[in-house]
């Protein structure tokens, strides 16, 4: 179900920026593209979603290509706290569909 | 104060045993999910609920039935506990289905092992 591609892991050192691609060459019109989070033993958490242009917020910025084929999550230095597992979701524009369908994610470990 | 809280949040069980999984929000939203985590960490809807009227059953098993008794509890009762159903679930919200985009906040999850 699942309409992106993410690499199975990625590392990163502390204090330095990462970038976390996400591949969704399927995506429609209305779909708008969502980042959550979870860390180890927790639940998802939103990190920032966007549908055409690119958006900052506290805890991230999100690139989105021109075509909206791929986009990258940026954590511009990254912590120890930030190690989790990244999704990158299609979110569809319908009352009765909400619903978040997250795929495998990427795996990120940072070093100190 | 917890936002989405669901207890218990460790829970092992027999096969053949029925149990339930209560959890609250106190977002005032209108909108509550489950989710579960299987075991190879794959993330799926189960439910959804908006101001206490089912609206996504993902093909759940009708073991599992969920219970709204107001918009700020989403409880989930499972019959006759199998093996399989042995992962973590997570009870959500979301301010209100209608309002596209809104954040979905999760609770710390229900780790449910069934031997």
């Known amino acids: 179900d699942a309409k992106t591609t993410q690499p199975n892991s990625m590392e990163s050192n502390e204090e330095e920026p990462v970038h976390l691609p996400c591949n969704h060459s399927t995506i429609s019109g209305t779909d708008y593209i969502h980042w959550y989070r979870q860390l180890p033993s927790q639940g998802p958490e939103y990190v920032i979603h966007g549908l055409t242009s690119n958006v900052n917020n506290r805890m991230a910025s999100l690139a989105i290509a021109e075509d909206r084929k791929s986009s990258t999550l940026i954590l511009h230095r990254a912590t120890l706290r930030d190690a989790a597992v990244y999704y990158c979701i299609l979110r569809f524009l319908s009352y009765n569909t909400d619903k978040l369908i997250f795929g495998t994610g990427t795996r990120l470990q940072v070093f100190p | 104060d917890t936002a989405v809280s669901q207890t218990p949040k460790y829970l092992v069980t027999q096969m053949g045993n029925d149990k339930s999984i209560k959890c609250e929000q106190n977002l005032g939203h209108d909108t509550m999910y489950w989710y579960k985590q299987d075991s190879k960490k794959f993330l799926k809807i189960m439910f959804s609920y908006n101001n206490k009227e089912l609206i996504i059953n993902e093909t759940v098993p009708n073991r599992f039935s969920p219970k709204s008794p107001d918009k700020a509890h989403l409880n989930l009762h499972i019959n006759s506990l199998e093996l399989g159903d042995s992962a973590v679930y997570f009870c959500?919200?979301?301010?209100?289905?209608?309002?596209?985009?809104?954040?979905?906040?999760f609770g710390e999850g229900s780790w449910l092992t069934v031997v």
């Open positions: 959500a919200s979301s301010q209100d289905m209608r309002t596209f985009g809104n954040t979905i906040y």
